[in-house]
């Protein structure tokens, strides 16, 4: 569990950087260089850490969204375009083809974003997303023009977390929504010496002999010990203007879905 003392302070000019402190002006630098590293082993790592379970939290993430015809996604932290690609897919399931359907995939780094563009040629994607290299503290966004706004496995990057849930809250429209789904540091105690092990030990290992990167694989495990308990984020997303709050938690803690509206 992260020592509060060592938490970011508000005005502070540095943040942390898995549990190494760094000027805030170097952390996106950073955490770019981390995503620039494993962007092409990115959508196997997934599979391989999480067991498959990646793709059970994402199905309840879109089960949640419920998306419909017509609404307009925004994918902040977009990265490969999982999220993306599975609203637009369970739309093509459960609705006529609807050229209204939109979605755009932000995030600033632009090999992820390379990895999106080549899998939506693939899966036949080639009009109704964006690519917008951007990081989540600065859309080039207009004010209330997404429906949904989604961040998965995204937050714990942001440098700015207050501006980032401030520019999410911006671009939504009256009555939209936000979710964030996120690895959560609230494991539940049964899970914790078993979860401690696999993240100290197992995941490491992996990062270095599958993806070729120890050390990005030492930063997610750090990263999800530093972001806020679940009440905490809640308390953030309402000081970014988001009502009506709630989140879930599931695999006994390892993640939740946050939600909230702009009213
Ligand atoms: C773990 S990946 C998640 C990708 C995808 N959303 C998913 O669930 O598979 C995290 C993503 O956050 C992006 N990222 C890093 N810093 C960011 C920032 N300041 N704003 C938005 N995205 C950021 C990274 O480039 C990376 O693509």
Same mark, same amino acid.
């Given at each position: 569990?992260?020592?509060?003392?060592?938490?970011?302070?508000?005005?502070?000019?540095?943040?942390?950087?898995?549990?190494?402190?760094?000027?805030?002006?170097?952390?996106?630098?950073?955490?770019?260089?981390?995503?620039?590293?494993?962007?092409d082993r990115y959508d196997i790592?997934?599979?391989?850490?999480?067991?498959?379970?990646?793709?059970?939290?994402?199905?309840?993430?879109?089960?949640?969204?419920?998306?419909?015809?017509?609404?307009?996604?925004?994918?902040? &932290?977009?990265?490969?375009?999982?999220?993306?690609? $599975?609203? !637009?897919?369970? =739309?093509?399931?459960?609705?006529?083809? #609807?050229? %209204?359907?939109?979605?755009?995939?932000?995030?600033?780094?632009?090999?992820?974003?390379?990895?999106?563009?080549?899998?939506?040629?693939?899966?036949?994607?080639?009009?109704?997303?964006?690519?917008?290299?951007?990081?989540?503290?600065?859309?080039?966004?207009?004010?209330?023009?997404?429906?949904?706004?989604?961040?998965?496995?995204?937050?714990?990057?942001?440098?700015?977390?207050?501006?980032?849930?401030?520019?999410?809250?911006?671009?939504?429209?009256?009555?939209?929504?936000?979710?964030?789904?996120?690895?959560?540091?609230?494991?539940?105690?049964?899970? &914790?010496?078993?979860?401690?092990?696999?993240?100290? $030990?197992? !995941?490491?290992? =992996?990062?270095?002999?599958?993806?070729? #990167?120890? %050390?990005?694989?030492?930063?997610?495990?750090?990263?999800?010990?530093?972001?806020?308990?679940?009440?905490?984020?809640?308390?953030?997303?309402?000081?970014?203007?988001?009502?009506?709050?709630?989140?879930?938690?599931?695999?006994?803690?390892?993640?939740?879905?946050?939600?909230?509206?702009?009213?």
């Amino acid at each position: 569990m992260a020592n509060s003392s060592t938490k970011d302070v508000e005005g502070d000019d540095e943040t942390n950087f898995g549990f190494r402190r760094v000027p805030k002006s170097e952390h996106a630098g950073l955490v770019s260089s981390v995503f620039e590293s494993v962007a092409d082993r990115y959508d196997i790592m997934n599979d391989l850490m999480s067991g498959g379970l990646h793709r059970l939290w994402k199905q309840a993430l879109i089960d949640w969204i419920n998306p419909r015809p017509g609404m307009r996604l925004v994918d902040v &932290a977009g990265g490969t375009g999982d999220v993306t690609f $599975r609203f !637009l897919e369970h =739309l093509d399931n459960t609705s006529d083809d #609807d050229p %209204e359907n939109r979605a755009t995939i932000c995030d600033p780094n632009s090999a992820m974003l390379k990895v999106a563009q080549t899998k939506a040629l693939d899966k036949g994607y080639v009009r109704g997303i964006d690519f917008v290299e951007a990081p989540a503290e600065d859309l080039p966004l207009e004010n209330r023009s997404a429906d949904v706004c989604t961040i998965s496995f995204g937050l714990r990057n942001v440098t700015d977390r207050a501006a980032g849930l401030a520019e999410m809250h911006r671009i939504l429209d009256f009555g939209g929504h936000f979710f964030c789904l996120e690895f959560s540091p609230a494991v539940a105690p049964v899970l &914790a010496p078993l979860y401690e092990t696999y993240s100290n $030990r197992i !995941l490491p290992w =992996l990062g270095e002999h599958v993806a070729g #990167d120890r %050390e990005a694989y030492e930063y997610l495990v750090e990263s999800i010990r530093r972001f806020p308990e679940p009440d905490s984020l809640t308390a953030e997303m309402k000081a970014a203007g988001f009502s009506n709050t709630q989140h879930r938690m599931m695999s006994g803690g390892i993640v939740a879905i946050h939600s909230g509206w702009r009213l």
